[in-house]
Every structure is written in C-alpha cells, then in structure tokens.
C-alpha cells in the first residue's frame, strides 16, 4: 500500500464522539470494564457509542475508529488502525508497517502490541460493517490486545467465543445498555423534569429502557411536549411518543426487503411474534426464516425462545400505517389463534385490539384474579383502563376493587366494590378492614358474606372471620375456627411466642425482595422480623430489616410499606437509644400514612406517644395516645400495646398519668435514665 494508506484514513473516524449530557451509569461503566474484549451488540438507538464514549474517562487510555463499509476491505481497516493508535505510545510502528508495505494482519499484530504495551482500549464502532469473511485474519491479531467491538448485528466470531471460558471477554446486549427505571428517573431528573415514583414507572414502560426513547422523553418532558402523568398504553391505541421516533424507524426499515418490511409491518398488531403465530395468522410460509432475517438485521427485535419482540414504539409507529380494518382483521384472527392455544393474556390484547370488547372483559374477569395472585396488579389495572365503561360487568368492578386494594388505594377499592354483586361487594369490604387491621369493620361485611357463601367460597369466609378474629386480639378464637393459622408468624407473636414468631417472620421474608409481587402490607415478613427484632432487644437487625422492608416498599411503590418500614425504623432507633432518629422515622411515617388509611396512623403514634412521655411532655403524649387508640379500629392486641408503650414512656420520663382525682405526686432524686420499650 506504500504512502497512500493515508488516503484511506481520514482522522475524523478516529476520534471518540462528544457527549453531552449523559448520566452516570456505574453499573454499565463496571460491564464495560470486566474483560479485555468486550463486544457491545444492539440495535440502532441503544446508546452503545454513547455509552463508551461517555465512559472513556473511567476506562484508562483509549484509541476510538467508528467503521464504515469501505472498511470491509483488510487494507482500508488497517490504515484506519494505524490512525487510531497513532497517538498511543509507540504507536507510531503500524503507520511504518503500512509504509514498508507489510500486510493487514501484520499491521493488526503491532496494534495489539501497541495496546498490551500502554495498557490501552481500542474501541471499534460500528463493527456490522465487517460482516464479510476478508476481515477475520485483522479482528484475531486484535483480540490480542483490549477492544471493545460495538455492532447493531450480533458477532459470532469462533476467535469471540475461544475467550469466553477463561473469562476474556464480557458480552453486553440490549438488555444491559437499557435504563433502568433508577438510572430514567436520574435523566429525567438531569432535565429539570420533577417525577413521581408512578411517572418513571410509567415511563420506563413506555421506553422500555430504550435509551434513545428515554432521551427523547426527558426532552419533551422537559419542554412541556409530554405530560409524564398521561403517557398512553402504547398498546390501547395512539402512541404519544410515535411521531418521535418514526426516522428512527425508517432508518431501520428503509434497507428492508420488501417482503420483511410488509412481515414487521402486519406483526406490528401483536407484542410478540412466532413462527407458529405468523404461520396460521399472516398466513406466511417461510415464518422462521424471515424471523430470523430480521432478527439478524439490526432491527429493533429480540428474541427469546422462539419468540420475537418488536420494541412497543417501533410497533406504535409501524400499527400507524396499516389500514384500521387490516389491523382490526388481524387482531381478530389473532385472538382466535391465542385463545385456541391457551393463552389468555394475548388473547385478551388482541380482542381489544380487534375491537371485541365484551369478550376481552370475559377473559379479564376469568383470569384477572389469577394474574393479580402473581402479582400482575399493573397488568391488570392497564387491561382494565382499556376496556370501555359500556363493557364493564360487576365481575370487571370486583376485580378493579381487587386491583385497587392491592395498590393500597382502598377508598377507590370500597368504591369499586359497591358496583359488584353482592357476595363480591361484602367480601371486597372484609378484606379491606382485614388489610387494613380493622376488625370492627370486617365483621358486618362477613355476616353478609357467609349469608351469601356457598362451598368454597363458604371456606373462605369462615377463613377471613379467623383472621379477623386473630386482629381483633382472640387468638384462641381464631384458632378454634382455622387451626392452620397457628403455624403464622403473627398467630404466634399475638399469641405471646415472640422467638417462634421471628423464625416464622423470617422464613417468609424469604425471597420477599424482588420479582413480581403485590405489597402484602401489614403482612410483610422483613417488617414483621424488624418489630420482633426490636421487641426482644436485637436494634440493629431490628434497623437493617426495616431498611430492607423500606427498599421493598420503594420498589413496590406502596405508601403502606414504606410508611410500616420507617415506623419500625423507629422502633429500633428507639431500642438502640437514639431517640431523634426514631422521632424522624415515627413523623416520616406518620405523614406517609395520611394518604393511605387512619389505620396506619396507630404505631407511628404509638411510637411518639412514647417518646413525649419520655421527655415529659405530658399533653402532646397523651394526644398522640387518645389519637392511636382512637384508630385501632377494635384491635385490642395493638390497643394494649399503645397503652403499654405509653405508660412506659411516662415511667422512663419519670411521670405518672394524671386523673381528675389523681394529685401528681413530687419526685426528688437522681432521675431514671431512660431506656426503650
């Protein structure tokens, strides 16, 4: 090649792109930092050049070349090669290489000794452009040194592979470039945009992570083009975020065979295709192939399985251009292939795609209850908030009162069950006063019910009674009526076995961090263990369960959970002696439990009363007493407990409670120091 490979290079593509704005990602950064060879792979859109260019400071010295096709010629790439690395130390050697005329894979050789030897990264972008065979001599002597490849198409290198066992090298997908809902609510916040724990929530499932859509989004939020707040279901009808995104997706659709195109197009209707899917509803014979095809192609689908998944603002943007009687056709002929093959869930999107409203409300309310039991609680709420109020029966009211109680919501979910038949509406009632610990409303409600009740609907009542019996402080009636629940974690604490309560607390927090699951309220387990924990003298397990519980209860985005969380927070700030940290966790709870239910109001009261007491404040003591008791709502197990804590408070504090014919005696002496309950 003598002098002229210098032609072939131009120093442009050997500068790393500026970045402007992008957030902190410790968890991407350690990724990209955990092998010599990294490969980046994802479609168009994810944010790998962002990402590496963004993270160069913290990845030591490092060289940049961003490929294009010319560079599936060996020559053009190791020109490319030698202007990248000139810079480095002794990186003058693949430019004298190249003068002497020696060949690519030479050139490729001293590259990776020229990184070995200043302890550099080569970052190769857009390496789908090497996707023909010339290449693969250059890209092993590369694998040499430390490279980081990024491509759109995936790379199944056998040299790629050979590094994996011995831990050289470290693959990063889609998957791992998406934000995560912490990282969203980070940019949104690096905006100027203020969100609620809802709106990121629901912004991350409009985005899905998708980094470019997340930017977009913090910018329209930003500006004021976007309401966080009314982000549509981009599956129930008109995409907010749509028209954002459509150069996007021509970008991906334009290099499309026809044939491909018209396959995403139509597939667009469903959430995820298969072979089998696109067979009997698309009526395409070559399925699979075309699948992969696209699969192979850099678009924006995934796969896992067999199955494959268009990200929902591709979809939004491709449903855009199908005629609204194609797509209503397709969504019908879909749900008749989802529900022949069992599967509900699909079924029910496709019918209220199709327009078949009164069906989808069938299967919602047949199989809601089961989706909430694993809980789907978001899934449910968004199925419902698209099928049309003329469509709504009781069964859809009971199961929105479901929804909504398990999001602690229980005025709503009171509301909702009204409009349920009646064995539903008086079962609805019982579990909210069961939820909420209020036994003095469960009991009407249950009379209703099991008037109503009949076999194993009978049995659940009779159920509920003992777990109302076991709130309202009659352990023993409770048990006489279900033996079972003798083996619960809160039998056996109202029953006076605190150490066999904390073994059974513990065993069900287990794997109560994580996954899928609605917010079991009073009912968690770490919040349970943190109380026994603070109860039998133990402050700091008492302390680190709390914080987990409260972690949980952010997670969950449950007022109840994370306002439980800080009161027994308190209660172990109380055990360990530190006595303004548990007034900031009892008052902190206490503000959070004024959005949920009264209920919630009686530990975080119960903890102040204690304190006031124990400082000698006598009237805001006693107010936050009367005001606890005032809300037990028949509990008498947390009734004797208020009144229990308070007088201790007032024996710690050195007081007695004063009584109309009562005269407070006077104390002279050396004070009691003060200890917790």
């Given at each position: 090649?003598?002098?002229?490979?210098?032609?072939?290079?131009?120093?442009?593509?050997?500068?790393?792109?500026?970045?402007?704005?992008?957030?902190?990602?410790?968890?991407?950064?350690?990724?990209?930092?955990?092998?010599?060879?990294?490969?980046?792979?994802?479609?168009?859109?994810?944010?790998?050049?962002?990402?590496?260019?963004?993270?160069?400071?913290?990845?030591?010295?490092?060289?940049?070349?961003?490929?294009?096709?010319?560079?599936?010629?060996?020559?053009?790439?190791?020109?490319?090669?030698?202007?990248?690395?000139?810079?480095?130390?002794?990186?003058?050697?693949?430019?004298?290489?190249?003068?002497?005329?020696?060949?690519?894979?030479?050139?490729?050789?001293?590259?990776?000794?020229?990184?070995?030897?200043?302890?550099?990264?080569?970052?190769?972008?857009?390496?789908?452009?090497?996707?023909?065979?010339?290449?693969?001599?250059?890209?092993?002597?590369?694998?040499?040194?430390?490279?980081?490849?990024?491509?759109?198409?995936?790379?199944?290198?056998?040299?790629?592979?050979?590094?994996?066992?011995?831990?050289?090298?470290?693959?990063?997908?889609?998957?791992?470039?998406?934000?995560?809902?912490?990282?969203?609510?980070?940019?949104?916040?690096?905006?100027?945009?203020?969100?609620?724990?809802?709106?990121?929530?629901?912004?991350?499932?409009?985005?899905?992570?998708?980094?470019?859509?997340?930017?977009?989004?913090?910018?329209?939020?930003?500006?004021?083009?976007?309401?966080?707040?009314?982000?549509?279901?981009?599956?129930?009808?008109?995409?907010?975020?749509?028209?954002?995104?459509?150069?996007?997706?021509?970008?991906?659709?334009?290099?499309?065979?026809?044939?491909?195109?018209?396959?995403?197009?139509?597939?667009?209707?469903?959430?995820?295709?298969?072979?089998?899917?696109?067979?009997?509803?698309?009526?395409?014979?070559?399925?699979?192939?075309?699948?992969?095809?696209?699969?192979?192609?850099?678009?924006?689908?995934?796969?896992?399985?067999?199955?494959?998944?268009?990200?929902?603002?591709?979809?939004?943007?491709?449903?855009?251009?199908?005629?609204?009687?194609?797509?209503?056709?397709?969504?019908?002929?879909?749900?008749?292939?989802?529900?022949?093959?069992?599967?509900?869930?699909?079924?029910?999107?496709?019918?209220?795609?199709?327009?078949?409203?009164?069906?989808?409300?069938?299967?919602?309310?047949?199989?809601?209850?089961?989706?909430?039991?694993?809980?789907?609680?978001?899934?449910?709420?968004?199925?419902?908030?698209?099928?049309?109020?003329?469509?709504?029966?009781?069964?859809?009211?009971?199961?929105?009162?479901?929804?909504?109680?398990?999001?602690?919501?229980?005025?709503?979910?009171?509301?909702?069950?009204?409009?349920?038949?009646?064995?539903?509406?008086?079962?609805?009632?019982?579990?909210?006063?069961?939820?909420?610990?209020?036994?003095?409303?469960?009991?009407?409600?249950?009379?209703?019910?099991?008037?109503?009740?009949?076999?194993?609907?009978?049995?659940?009542?009779?159920?509920?009674?003992?777990?109302?019996?076991?709130?309202?402080?009659?352990?023993?009636?409770?048990?006489?009526?279900?033996?079972?629940?003798?083996?619960?974690?809160?039998?056996?604490?109202?029953?006076?076995?605190?150490?066999?309560?904390?073994?059974?607390?513990?065993?069900?927090?287990?794997?109560?961090?994580?996954?899928?699951?609605?917010?079991?309220?009073?009912?968690?387990?770490?919040?349970?263990?943190?109380?026994?924990?603070?109860?039998?003298?133990?402050?700091?397990?008492?302390?680190?369960?709390?914080?987990?519980?409260?972690?949980?209860?952010?997670?969950?985005?449950?007022?109840?959970?994370?306002?439980?969380?800080?009161?027994?927070?308190?209660?172990?700030?109380?055990?360990?002696?530190?006595?303004?940290?548990?007034?900031?966790?009892?008052?902190?709870?206490?503000?959070?439990?004024?959005?949920?239910?009264?209920?919630?109001q009686v530990e975080p009261r119960l903890g102040l009363a204690y304190l006031e007491a124990a400082l000698n404040h006598p009237v805001p003591a006693a107010e936050h007493e009367a005001r606890a008791l005032a809300h037990a709502?028949?509990?008498?197990?947390?009734?004797?407990?208020?009144?229990?804590?308070?007088?201790?408070?007032?024996?710690?504090?050195?007081?007695?409670?004063?009584?109309?014919?009562?005269?407070?005696?006077?104390?002279?002496?050396?004070?009691?120091?003060?200890?917790?309950?």
């Open positions: 090649m003598a002098t002229e490979w210098r032609e072939h290079a131009p120093l442009r593509r050997a500068r790393p792109p500026q970045v402007r704005g992008a957030v902190a990602r410790p968890r991407l950064l350690a990724l990209l930092g955990a092998a010599r060879v990294v490969t980046v792979v994802a479609p168009a859109g994810y944010g790998k050049t962002t990402a590496l260019a963004a993270g160069l400071p913290d990845l030591g010295r490092a060289a940049w070349l961003t490929l294009d096709a010319d560079d599936a010629d060996p020559q053009v790439l190791a020109a490319g090669l030698a202007v990248a690395v000139a810079g480095l130390p002794g990186g003058e050697g693949p430019g004298a290489l190249l003068d002497a005329g020696a060949a690519p894979r030479r050139v490729a050789a001293r590259v990776a000794d020229v990184l070995d030897r200043a302890g550099a990264l080569l970052v190769l972008d857009e390496v789908q452009h090497l996707g023909g065979g010339l290449t693969e001599d250059v890209l092993r002597e590369l694998l040499g040194g430390r490279v980081a490849l990024l491509s759109r198409t995936p790379l199944t290198s056998p040299d790629l592979t050979r590094l994996e066992p011995g831990g050289d090298l470290t693959r990063v997908s889609a998957l791992d470039l998406a934000f995560t809902p912490a990282e969203l609510a980070e940019l949104l916040a690096a905006q100027g945009v203020r969100a609620t724990g809802a709106e990121v929530r629901l912004a991350h499932a409009v985005t899905e992570g998708w980094p470019i859509a997340a930017r977009f989004l913090a910018q329209a939020a930003a500006q004021g083009r976007v309401a966080l707040s009314a982000l549509a279901d981009l599956d129930g009808g008109e995409a907010q975020l749509g028209t954002l995104f459509t150069y996007l997706a021509q970008e991906v659709l334009g290099p499309l065979d026809p044939s491909l195109r018209a396959l995403l197009t139509r597939g667009s209707v469903f959430e995820e295709l298969t072979p089998e899917l696109i067979a009997d509803v698309l009526e395409e014979t070559q399925a699979g192939t075309l699948l992969s095809a696209l699969a192979s192609g850099g678009t924006f689908l995934t796969r896992t399985g067999d199955a494959f998944r268009a990200h929902p603002l591709l979809r939004a943007h491709l449903r855009g251009l199908l005629a609204p009687g194609e797509a209503h056709r397709l969504a019908a002929r879909g749900a008749a292939y989802f529900e022949r093959t069992g599967r509900p869930r699909r079924a029910l999107a496709a019918h209220l795609a199709a327009g078949n409203t009164a069906r989808a409300a069938e299967l919602l309310a047949r199989h809601g209850g089961r989706w909430l039991d694993g809980g789907r609680v978001t899934l449910v709420e968004r199925s419902l908030a698209r099928v049309p109020p003329a469509a709504w029966t009781p069964a859809l009211h009971a199961l929105a009162g479901d929804a909504l109680r398990l999001s602690s919501r229980y005025g709503e979910a009171l509301a909702a069950y009204a409009q349920a038949d009646p064995l539903a509406r008086s079962l609805g009632e019982a579990q909210v006063a069961l939820d909420t610990v209020q036994p003095d409303l469960a009991w009407g409600p249950l009379d209703a019910a099991g008037a109503l009740a009949e076999g194993p609907e009978a049995a659940r009542v009779e159920r509920m009674r003992a777990e109302n019996y076991l709130n309202a402080g009659d352990p023993a009636h409770s048990l006489a009526l279900h033996p079972e629940l003798a083996h619960g974690a809160r039998y056996a604490l109202r029953s006076g076995r605190l150490g066999d309560a904390l073994g059974l607390a513990l065993h069900a927090a287990r794997g109560e961090a994580g996954g899928a699951r609605a917010a079991q309220n009073h009912r968690e387990g770490l919040l349970l263990a943190s109380f026994l924990h603070a109860v039998l003298g133990e402050p700091g397990e008492a302390a680190r369960r709390a914080r987990e519980g409260l972690a949980e209860g952010e997670r969950l985005e449950s007022l109840f959970v994370r306002s439980l969380a800080l009161v027994r927070l308190g209660h172990a700030e109380v055990a360990a002696g530190h006595p303004a940290q548990a007034r900031a966790a009892y008052e902190g709870a206490l503000t959070l439990a004024q959005d949920v239910v009264p209920r919630l709502g028949g509990d008498r197990y947390v009734g004797g407990l208020t009144r229990l804590v308070a007088a201790l408070g007032r024996l710690h504090g050195g007081t007695r409670r004063r009584s109309p014919c009562t005269r407070r005696p006077g104390r002279r002496g050396t004070p009691r120091r003060r200890r917790g309950p």
